[in-house]
């Protein structure tokens, strides 16, 4: 079991698809990075991605095939630090005023819908 919050999860640029499974957020406890950035995944952004609420170092899934709204519970990543990327998706809707409020904090930011 990893117990250390300098773990991450990378499997960015292969060519991954399906929908994002919602139980990658219960690695919640030892997570610093969630990087899926350039596979073929579909489907919308599960909300339960935003009790990732420990990481601090990059949450991007952009450049994949995701459908939908953003989710508003992405707002609740408030350690991220820097690199937060949707952007390069399907997404549609407008950013909800969550996921806005990071903008402030994080370095790194690229956020498109619609």
């Given at each position: 079991?990893?117990?250390s919050s300098s773990a991450g999860f990378r499997i960015y640029s292969n060519r991954f698809s399906g929908?994002?499974?919602?139980?990658?957020?219960?690695?919640?406890?030892y997570l610093s990075n969630f990087l899926i950035y350039s596979n073929s995944f579909s489907g919308s952004i599960p909300?339960?991605?935003?009790?990732?609420?420990?990481?601090?170092?990059?949450?991007?899934?952009?450049?994949?095939?995701?459908?939908?709204?953003?989710?508003s519970q992405l707002g609740l990543l408030t350690s991220l630090e820097?690199?937060?990327?949707?952007?390069?998706n399907q997404l549609c809707g407008d950013i909800p005023v969550q996921v806005a409020s990071l903008s402030g904090s994080?370095?790194?930011w690229n956020v498109t819908s619609g």
């Open positions: 079991l990893m117990t929908s994002i499974p919602s139980q990658l957020a219960l690695m919640t406890s909300s339960q991605l935003g009790m990732m609420s420990l990481l601090s170092k990059g949450f991007q899934i952009n450049s994949n095939s995701l459908t939908g709204y953003i989710p820097v690199d937060f990327f949707l952007s390069s994080v370095s790194g």
